[in-house]
Structures are given as C-alpha cells and as structure tokens.
Nanobody
Framework: QVQLVESGGRLVQAGGSLRLSCVVS????????MGWFRRAPGKEREFVAA????????DYADSVKGRFTVSRDNAKNTVYLQMNSLNSEDTAVYYC??????????????????WGQGTQVTVSS
C-alpha cells in the first residue's frame, strides 16, 4: 500500500504562484512515477504533470507546459508541483497519484494505482 497526502492548495490571484506538495508513505519503493491530475468544476479529472522517480524525467500537459514544474525529493518522499502564472482555468482540485504497475510515465487515470484526497486551488481573476 502507498499513502499520499497533498497540501498547499489555497486561494490565489490570477498571475500568482503556488507550490503544491505530496508526501508519499508506505511501500514507496514500489513507486515508478508520480503524477499530478486536476478536476475542475463540471469536468473530468485530467492529467497535469508526471515525474519518474528514478531519473526525474518529466511530462506535462500542453495547457501547463512552461508554467508548471514538477519535481521530487526522494529523500523526503515528497513530490512538488510549482505553478506559476496561474489563471482562472487552473481552478480545480489537484490530486497526486502513484504509478506502481509499470515503469515509465503515464497520462491516464488508469496508469496510476494510488491517489491522494486532493487539495483545492482557486484562482481569482
């Protein structure tokens, strides 16, 4: 089992920045990659970014590329999502997820086995 706890979500003004954290506990050695997803009001949960635990290889959705940065600190078992130049379309509940079933990065919900409870990010215009 792997447990995930996100934090850092809050209300922020458009153009501002925010850093989300996700602490991973349990059988962390089984985790190949970590992903960030988000669910905006009335929409399905969508991929945001992912990072491979072993070498830090990253992947981003086009909508956040150049604005968001995913990173990890394996010693602290923590993954981060630095979000810059936020706009109202970034308003959503953000989830971190752990990929344990296969090596490599994934972009779909099915690629990740464990999920956190989510943290709310609200961007005011």
């Amino acid at each position: 089992q792997v447990q995930l706890v996100e934090s850092g979500g809050r209300l922020v003004q458009a153009g501002g920045s925010l850093r989300l954290s996700c602490v991973v506990s349990g059988r962390t050695f089984t985790t190949y990659a970590m992903g960030w997803f988000r669910r905006a009001p009335g929409k399905e949960r969508e991929f945001v970014a992912a990072i491979r635990r072993s070498d830090g290889t990253t992947d981003y959705a086009d909508s956040v590329k150049g604005r968001f940065t995913v990173s990890r600190d394996n010693a602290k078992n923590t993954v981060y999502l630095q979000m810059n130049s936020l706009n109202s379309e970034d308003t959503a509940v953000y989830y971190c997820a752990a990929r344990t079933l296969a090596y490599g990065l994934g972009r779909t919900n099915a690629d990740y086995r464990y999920w956190g409870q989510g943290t709310q990010v609200t961007v005011s215009s």
